[in-house]
């Protein structure tokens, strides 16, 4: 069977392939269709034809699955927050931490014997920290919408996340699930406030309105709840009448901010930001130490299984008394001060201006003088000459971006001969290509799958590596 497209096909859903597809097989070849789970039989469109594979629309479930379950939200056969809520948790676990051995295996070229059964959330629901809803001022229409045979004015004030692919279209969100559901509550009255008010949306095309985006972020050991809302204009007067209402409506806020978000950038960020109410930031912590994170600032999306995967990191370091340890990739360093306490030195290294400054801050406010942090590109910055400043690393830890490490970078690791060294990762496909140069110097003992992202396709990992003697 040729399998052209636009050709609608009968398909048995045999596994969970990359990016949360179903996977069928037809004369041997792979077609991975989004929306199923394995033991569905389907009906389905090609829609995209690759040399080695095709690509489908579901169009239908004929037969569906025994894992197969109804969302808890309406919008997930639509939503890509959540492209995985039709399956049961437990099996989620199980198909993301075989994606975790396949790639171990087949990238790897590594026995899969060694990845571990990946460490579940607790929360399976309502686990997010932060939330980034869009507003805009046309909404994503619904299939029977799109099916009508009559015009269907797709204008509206919409709130929620955007449609899979579209940068101007957006989901009218009636409920989510990821946050705690106070997140919903604020947004949907701030969607109730602007219609009432004639407050516009913005419109990405045209570069008018006025509300763009609104992100709440709460934080995990403490009661702090921030709201940030993001506009393209500068109006105080209306922003003192919303920051009043949303304080009547939801006394449990703690800060309210506004970031003026004034040129044709998509981003939440704003050109400047102004502090409405409250201290114009949240506290949380991780394991001992706290952090101050505000509106724009980087801290981990799932406190609670960021908790897990920093404890399965510091277990695989085997820190010991007088070690010197380097983090790579360390973002705001908050797993480098996770990882200081028997250290004599920790030595973080980071790309991102901004994020180096938060984690010099962060290590000032929790006390820790023993830590150092460094400015630059990895593959630049991580030379000898750093090497004999702070001294040569017993224990590495290197937690780089979903692209992996560069070459240059897997190949210093390799002259180093670091005697531990710890690789976290959120793309179990780079970290295997990674792993696989790495094991001609370094014995690859064990990797455990994190889930930080239930009700995705999403997985973190952790490998633990030993120099070979």
């Known amino acids: 069977m040729a399998l052209k497209k636009g050709q609608e096909v009968e398909l048995d859903i045999i596994d969970a392939a990359f990016k949360g597809k179903g996977l069928a097989k037809v004369d041997g070849l792979a077609v991975f269709v989004p929306g199923t789970t394995p033991g569905d039989k389907v009906k389905a469109r090609i829609i ?10 579901l169009l239908e479930i004929l037969e ?7 969302p808890k939200c309406r919008h997930a056969k639509v939503c890509g927050g959540c492209s995985w809520q039709h399956i049961p948790y437990a099996k989620q676990l199980e198909f993301k931490t075989q994606q975790v051995r396949d790639h171990i295996e087949r990238i790897g070229h590594l026995d899969g014997n060694i990845v571990k059964d990946g460490i579940g959330a607790d929360q399976e629901f309502y686990y997010r920290n932060k939330m980034e809803y869009s507003i805009s001022s046309r909404r994503w229409l619904t299939e029977e919408e799109i099916r009508s045979d ?19 279209k957006i989901l009218n969100l009636k409920e989510c699930h990821l946050q705690v559901p106070e997140s919903f509550q604020i947004l949907d009255f701030v969607r109730s406030w602007c219609i009432e008010h004639d407050v516009e949306p913005y419109d990405t095309l045209e570069n008018t309105g006025f509300m763009r985006h609104v992100m709440i972020r709460n934080s995990h050991h403490t009661d702090d709840f921030m709201v940030n809302l993001v506009t393209y ?47 114009g930031f949240i506290v949380d912590k991780i394991g001992a130490f706290s952090f101050k994170i505000h509106p724009n600032a980087f801290f981990q999306t799932n406190t609670a299984q960021a908790e897990k995967l920093y404890e399965v990191a510091r277990n695989y370091a085997a820190l010991e008394d007088g ?11 908050t797993l480098s001060l996770f990882m200081s306490g028997p250290a004599k030195h920790v030595v973080g290294i980071e790309l991102v201006d901004v994020a180096v400054e938060n984690a010099k801050f962060n290590a000032k406010e929790n006390g820790v003088e023993n830590v150092s942090f460094i400015k630059g590109d990895m593959k630049d910055v991580f030379t000898q000459d750093v090497v004999d400043e702070y001294g040569a690393p017993n224990v590495l830890i290197t937690d780089p971006p979903r692209a992996g490490m560069h070459p240059d970078v897997v190949e210093r690791l390799c002259e180093l001969k670091v005697p531990r060294l710890v690789y976290v990762s959120c793309n179990s496909s780079t970290m295997a290509r990674d792993l696989k140069e790495l094991n001609s110097v370094y ?27």
């Open 323 to 333: 070690d010197i340890v380097y983090d790579l990739y360390c973002g705001v360093g």
């Open 48 to 57: 995209k034809k690759k040399k080695k594979h095709r690509e489908a629309k």
């Open 443 to 469: 014995e690859i003992e064990e990797v455990q799958p994190v889930d930080m992202f239930p009700q995705t396709y999403h997985i973190e990992a952790v490998a633990k590596l030993r120099l070979r003697g």
């Open 150 to 168: 009559e015009y269907v004015d797709d204008s509206a004030f919409a709130a929620g996340l955007h449609a899979p692919g579209r940068f101007d």
């Open 233 to 279: 204009q500068d109006d105080q007067k209306l922003m003192e009448s919303m920051k009043d209402a949303l304080l009547e409506k939801f006394p449990f806020i703690t800060t309210i901010v506004n970031n003026v978000n004034d040129t044709k950038s998509p981003t939440a960020e704003g050109r400047y930001q102004k502090v409405l109410h409250g201290p």
């Open 64 to 70: 569906p699955s025994p894992h197969r379950i109804e």
